[in-house]
Nanobody
Framework: QVQLEESGGGLVQAGGSVRLSCAAS????????MGWFRQAPGKERDFVAG????????VYADSVKGRFTISRDNAKNTVYLRMNSLKPEDTAVYYC?????????????????WGQGTQVTVSS
């Protein structure tokens, strides 16, 4: 069992940057691949970025490639999502999730544990 808690969301202007954090407790995060997802009102939960257990491999949705960076610090039991060049369409609740596989999946159903989410609002 692992508990996840996101932080770092808020209101930011278009073109700005935000760094989200996902802190884990209960079990060491190094036993999970990790993912970030987002969900806008009335839309499905979409994959944003994923990182392997070791941090050596990452994968991104096309919509955020080149703007977002996922990273992890297993010693701190924390995963990060650095978001640059933000656009209004990036507005959503952002969730981190833990996947028992070595490499992260891109579908929500593959993830075992979820945080409560943090709101990111990008104003134009």
């Amino acid at each position: 069992q692992v508990q996840l808690e996101e932080s770092g969301g808020g209101l930011v202007q278009a073109g700005g940057s935000v760094r989200l954090s996902c802190a884990a407790s209960g079990r060491t995060l190094s036993t999970y691949a990790m993912g970030w997802f987002r969900q806008a009102p009335g839309k499905e939960r979409d994959f944003v970025a994923g990182i392997s257990r070791s941090g050596g491999s990452t994968v991104y949705a096309d919509s955020v490639k080149g703007r977002f960076t996922i990273s992890r610090d297993n010693a701190k039991n924390t995963v990060y999502l650095r978001m640059n060049s933000l656009k209004p369409e990036d507005t959503a609740v952002y969730y981190c999730a833990a996947d028992g596989a070595i490499m992260p999946h891109t579908t929500p159903k593959s993830y075992d544990y979820w945080g409560q989410g943090t709101q990111v609002t990008v104003s134009s």
